[in-house]
Each structure stands twice: as structure tokens, then as C-alpha cells.
T-cell receptor
Framework: NAGVTQTPKFQVLKTGQSMTLQCAQD?????MSWYRQDPGMGLRLIHY???????DQGEVPNGYNVSRSTTEDFPLRLLSAAPSQTSVYFC???????????FGPGTRLTVL | GDSVTQMEGPVTLSEEAFLTINCTYT??????LFWYVQYPGEGLQLLLK?????DKGSNKGFEATYRKETTSFHLEKGSVQVSDSAVYFC?????????????FGGGTRLMVKP
């Protein structure tokens, strides 16, 4: 079991560029989510999904899009990167009936 | 909405000292409470959890008790080690919230000196 995997590990973008952060899990978890981590603010929920084809917004969704075409994958898209999106991004997953979330290793994104 | 407040760091201790990291919460429902730990350069790992009032979560010498009357979930360890140096996050999941996702506190950095 690889658990939750994220790529890339590091990324530098220029303002206005687009990119997709990848997240995959091999635990057959129904629920997946994206958080961003900023100093002193803990982790904040961006988007989440309770199953393939179903997504919803979290606390800070602006500037991000998601889709969930398979149970395993939950990519996060930045359509036009802004410096305010400089952060560390974590993907997480869990079963529908459980409350323990499993986190990926994170992607450190810098937007210049 | 739900929120979690934890003491700001960094907390600097000598090895074998007693550790307390305070955490209080507000929630509309009946949340489950968690402590996550993040070691340098890594993702978050679940340290311990409690799902109802008066439950005590424990793991690797760390403990926390779910106190509904004081809405608290303070993390304690009797004797810290250098290897405990990390950032600790208190979090809750509230079944009243869509998706039952986690709400985190701001994190507390712990530094343990030999």
C-alpha cells in the first residue's frame, strides 16, 4: 500500500500560469480532500469529494478547481496562479464511515 | 462555524521535561477530536483521537482527554524526547458539517533540547 501520494513535491510558478497538483490513493477510500497549510493558520480545507463524480467547496475554494472521475484520483487545478496561493498543499483521504484522515506528503508551491 | 484554538509556539523544553499543549474548540455538533503531528519535511500523522466526552486518547506516551465541560483537548506527555520535536495540530471533525472534514488549529511547534 502506497497510501496517499502527491506529485510534484515542489513547484515554482509565475503569476498567471496554470497547473494541476496530483493526488492518488490506493486504499479505496470514498472521501478525499485538499488542504492548504499556511504559517500560523493550520490547515484549511479547499475542496473535498465524498465519491467519484461528487465534489464540494471547503473554506477557501476560490482560485481552485477539482474533479473526481475515479475513486483513486483527486487532482487540484490552479487556473491562473497568484502569489496568495503560495503554500503547502496536502491531500487526504478516509473511508466514508471513519473519521481518521490519511495525509499525503504535501506539495510545496511558490508563485512568483 | 467550528473553530480550534491552540497555544502559539514555539514551545522549547529540555529533554525529559513535562509537556502540555493547550487546545480548546467550538463546535455546533458533537465533534471527534484529534491531535496530528508533523515532523520536519513530512505530512501529517495522526497521533491520537477521542470520539466522545471523557474519552482519553493515548499513543507513544502522549495523552489527551476530551473535556466537554471546558471544550478542551489538551495534549500532555510526561517526559519529552528530542525525537518529539515537531509541529502539533489539534483538530476536530463535526458530523454536522458537510463531508465531516477536519477543522485545524494553527499548530504549535515543539523544540526539545538535549
Amino acid at each position: 500500500n502506497a497510501g496517499v501520494t502527491q506529485t510534484p513535491k515542489f513547484q515554482v510558478l509565475k503569476t498567471g500560469q496554470s497547473m494541476t497538483l496530483q493526488c492518488a490513493q490506493d486504499m479505496n477510500h470514498e472521501y478525499m480532500s485538499w488542504y492548504r497549510q499556511d504559517p500560523g493558520m493550520g490547515l484549511r480545507l479547499i475542496h473535498y469529494s465524498v465519491g467519484a463524480g461528487i465534489t464540494d467547496q471547503g473554506e477557501v475554494p476560490n482560485g481552485y478547481n477539482v474533479s473526481r472521475s475515479t475513486t483513486e484520483d483527486f487532482p487540484l487545478r490552479l487556473l491562473s496562479a497568484a502569489p496568495s496561493q503560495t503554500s503547502v498543499y496536502f491531500c487526504a483521504s478516509r473511508t466514508s464511515g471513519g473519521n481518521e484522515q490519511f495525509f499525503g506528503p504535501g506539495t510545496r508551491l511558490t508563485v512568483l | 462555524g467550528d473553530s480550534v484554538t491552540q497555544m502559539e509556539g514555539p514551545v522549547t523544553l529540555s529533554e525529559e521535561a513535562f509537556l502540555t499543549i493547550n487546545c480548546t474548540y467550538t463546535a455546533t455538533g458533537y465533534p471527534s477530536l484529534f491531535w496530528y503531528v508533523q515532523y520536519p519535511g513530512e505530512g501529517l500523522q495522526l497521533l491520537l483521537k477521542a470520539t466522545k466526552a471523557d474519552d482519553k486518547g493515548s499513543n507513544k506516551g502522549f495523552e489527551a482527554t476530551y473535556r466537554k465541560e471546558t471544550t478542551s483537548f489538551h495534549l500532555e506527555k510526561g517526559s519529552v524526547q528530542v525525537s518529539d520535536s515537531a509541529v502539533y495540530f489539534c483538530a476536530l471533525s463535526d458530523p454536522g458539517n458537510a463531508g465531516n472534514m477536519l477543522t485545524f488549529g494553527g499548530g504549535t511547534r515543539l523544540m526539545v533540547k538535549p
